[in-house]
């Protein structure tokens, strides 16, 4: 039998699992690499970030929807393999990875090459936002606009779909860790001071920015004295990055509204907004998008799942990767997936009654 494996590779995270299973795995997509060239890979090579000696490099070979790191890419992949299926005399297998629409060939290739080299008997490539959708519990197979905003760490996606596919969509390499590192930068250069990228992140998720607290007390390294040292630095700093960062996804939003049909527009304000990805569980997302949009502004169950959950029941429902035999059973909302945007676009239209 071939296992089928779904994996949502994240800057931050990787998410995979088996169709037709509840199971799924989640580490950090990080990788170290020491001096004799052994490899530690997920949740122990994050935990070395920022603290390992100059003969191990830590790098995440994946960021923003591509691969950054060849090799380690390949890595990561062996590895959730081997989480999945223990078992390696049972390891025949297919691989369907999320990747975002907008991606070159160049980078297609490089990731249908990674998942090869990592033992896939075949791999398909599946999009990130219809899978979203679809984890997300979004009715995408019908006549109706659904705005799906992806804020993950390392890009920012907008998408409207409806039939089953992405009628338009808008992406930006910027996200959550983006924020991080303005927050480490500022730092840095006013005041002088070293903070690790995770300290930078648990200041972002813990700050509200509605709320009053001056300053954050943090520890770090003085550039000037060489030494550690505990600094306050101001919440203003957390809350300016923070807010340039919804800025990001207003404008995503409204480019994505300002190019959509006029019928689909009125769906979106009836349905509102869904929000996916680890960045809609930050506080203050919500609240700034729906005061800056006016649109209702929903978080889906557990965001930054919905990519994987979305893939695994997808895969579930649409049997072998590539299959396309008579009698196999793809629902109509599979079935036109590989639809490219302009089709889609010209059947939505056609639905809606528009030329
Ligand atoms: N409570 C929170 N408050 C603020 N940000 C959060 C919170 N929880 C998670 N995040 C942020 O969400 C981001 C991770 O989201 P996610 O796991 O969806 O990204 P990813 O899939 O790894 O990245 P990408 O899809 O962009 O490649 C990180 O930047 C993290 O700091
Ligand atoms: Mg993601």
Redesign the pocket.
């Given at each position: 039998m071939t296992l089928q494996i779904t994996i949502?590779l994240?800057?931050?995270?990787f998410r995979a699992g088996l169709a037709g299973e509840q199971r799924i795995i989640s580490e950090p997509?990080t990788i170290a690499r020491k001096e004799n060239g052994k490899l530690i890979i997920g949740a122990e090579a994050e935990r070395m970030v920022g603290r390992h000696p100059d003969s191990v490099t830590v790098t995440h070979p994946f960021y923003?929807?591509s691969v950054k790191d060849f090799d380690g890419t390949v890595a990561v992949l062996k590895y959730i393999v081997e989480q999945l299926i223990p078992n390696k005399w049972a390891r025949r297998f297919d691989i369907t990875l999320a990747v975002p629409n907008m991606l070159t060939p160049v980078e297609r290739r490089a990731l249908q090459e990674a998942a090869r080299m990592a033992g896939a008997r075949r791999v398909e490539l599946f999009d990130t936002l219809v899978a979203a959708a679809i984890g997300a519990n979004l009715p995408i197979d019908q006549p109706t606009g659904c705005l799906l905003v992806s804020?993950?760490?390392?890009?920012t996606e907008v998408a409207l779909l409806s039939l089953g596919g992405i009628v338009d969509s808008r992406r930006v390499s910027i996200?959550?860790?983006t924020v991080?590192e303005e927050i480490m930068n500022w730092v840095r250069r006013e005041l002088a001071f070293l903070i690790g990228v995770h300290t930078a992140?648990n200041l972002?998720?813990q700050s509200d920015t509605t709320a009053e607290t001056p300053s954050f007390a943090v520890k770090g390294r003085h550039l000037e004295t060489g030494l550690p040292q505990e600094i306050k630095i101001p919440s203003t700093v957390v809350k300016d990055s923070l807010v340039n960062y919804y800025e990001t996804i207003v404008s995503l939003i409204v480019q994505t509204i300002e190019a959509c049909p006029p019928e689909l527009v009125g769906d979106i304000m009836d349905r509102g907004i869904v929000l996916v990805?680890?960045?809609a569980?930050?506080v203050n997302v919500l609240k700034h998008l729906t005061f800056r949009t006016e649109v209702p502004i929903i978080v889906a169950d557990v965001p930054?799942t919905c990519v994987i959950r979305g893939l695994m029941r997808a895969k579930r429902t649409s049997g072998r990767v590539g299959s396309s035999k008579s009698g196999s059973k793809i629902p109509s909302l599979f079935a036109n997936l590989s639809m490219d945007k302009q089709s889609w676009r010209e059947q939505v239209q056609k639905l809606i009654g528009k030329s």
């Amino acid at each position: 039998m071939t296992l089928q494996i779904t994996i949502d590779l994240g800057t931050s995270h990787f998410r995979a699992g088996l169709a037709g299973e509840q199971r799924i795995i989640s580490e950090p997509c990080t990788i170290a690499r020491k001096e004799n060239g052994k490899l530690i890979i997920g949740a122990e090579a994050e935990r070395m970030v920022g603290r390992h000696p100059d003969s191990v490099t830590v790098t995440h070979p994946f960021y923003g929807g591509s691969v950054k790191d060849f090799d380690g890419t390949v890595a990561v992949l062996k590895y959730i393999v081997e989480q999945l299926i223990p078992n390696k005399w049972a390891r025949r297998f297919d691989i369907t990875l999320a990747v975002p629409n907008m991606l070159t060939p160049v980078e297609r290739r490089a990731l249908q090459e990674a998942a090869r080299m990592a033992g896939a008997r075949r791999v398909e490539l599946f999009d990130t936002l219809v899978a979203a959708a679809i984890g997300a519990n979004l009715p995408i197979d019908q006549p109706t606009g659904c705005l799906l905003v992806s804020l993950g760490a390392g890009s920012t996606e907008v998408a409207l779909l409806s039939l089953g596919g992405i009628v338009d969509s808008r992406r930006v390499s910027i996200g959550g860790r983006t924020v991080d590192e303005e927050i480490m930068n500022w730092v840095r250069r006013e005041l002088a001071f070293l903070i690790g990228v995770h300290t930078a992140e648990n200041l972002k998720c813990q700050s509200d920015t509605t709320a009053e607290t001056p300053s954050f007390a943090v520890k770090g390294r003085h550039l000037e004295t060489g030494l550690p040292q505990e600094i306050k630095i101001p919440s203003t700093v957390v809350k300016d990055s923070l807010v340039n960062y919804y800025e990001t996804i207003v404008s995503l939003i409204v480019q994505t509204i300002e190019a959509c049909p006029p019928e689909l527009v009125g769906d979106i304000m009836d349905r509102g907004i869904v929000l996916v990805g680890g960045g809609a569980n930050e506080v203050n997302v919500l609240k700034h998008l729906t005061f800056r949009t006016e649109v209702p502004i929903i978080v889906a169950d557990v965001p930054e799942t919905c990519v994987i959950r979305g893939l695994m029941r997808a895969k579930r429902t649409s049997g072998r990767v590539g299959s396309s035999k008579s009698g196999s059973k793809i629902p109509s909302l599979f079935a036109n997936l590989s639809m490219d945007k302009q089709s889609w676009r010209e059947q939505v239209q056609k639905l809606i009654g528009k030329s």
